[in-house]
């Protein structure tokens, strides 16, 4: 995580939340760091929040979990089959909140994946345009947020409801 997605966060996802129709109860966080559990938790106090990481759940597989709400903060570019984990992610929740890279050179040599098994970048027609190889268009967001950090990669935050 960079400094610039904490503070997406903390714009975003309180307006998304406002437009929630209920109170969430359980929400799934896929791979988080301390800093993005407490938000989280300060975000949604009365919810309860389940850390889930590759050990709990390999996203290649589908589970029998259950949440209101899962949120995957950087954990997608990590996916070689995309589909597939959305479509598993879709099964086990009522909203999705995803925030992951549509171009960021992560590489040693100035390549734009990086050997720490990241696969993938994101796209979504004219509002985040195809720049990173290999490339995978998102399914049909409810809402999405781009922006731009200090070396200018372009992230985004996407609400799947």
């Not at 309180?14 to 437009?19: G, I, N, R, S």
């Not at 589908?62 to 479509?87: C, G, Q």
């Not at 992951?100 to 004219?126: A, F, H, P, T």
């Not at 998102?138 to 731009?148: A, I």
Request: charge should be negative; hydrophobic fraction near 30%.
């Amino acid at each position: 995580m960079i400094p610039e997605d904490m503070m997406m966060y903390k714009k975003v996802f309180p307006k998304w939340k406002e437009e929630l129709p209920y109170e969430f109860l359980t929400i799934g966080l896929l791979s988080p760091n301390s800093e993005q559990v407490e938000y989280i938790q300060s975000l949604f106090p009365q919810a309860k929040c389940s850390s889930l990481y590759f050990h709990n759940w390999d996203l290649n597989n589908r589970e029998r979990y259950k949440f209101d709400l899962i949120v995957a903060m950087n954990v997608f570019h990590y996916s070689k089959d995309p589909e597939t984990w959305f479509e598993n992610i879709f099964c086990s929740c009522r909203v999705f909140w995803m925030q992951d890279i549509n171009y960021r050179q992560r590489g040693n040599n100035g390549e734009e994946l990086c050997g720490d098994g990241d696969s993938v970048r994101y796209y979504y027609k004219d509002k985040l345009p195809e720049k990173g190889k290999p490339s995978y268009e998102l399914p049909n967001p409810w809402s999405l947020e781009v922006y731009e950090d200090h070396k200018g990669s372009i992230h985004f935050l996407a609400e799947f409801k």
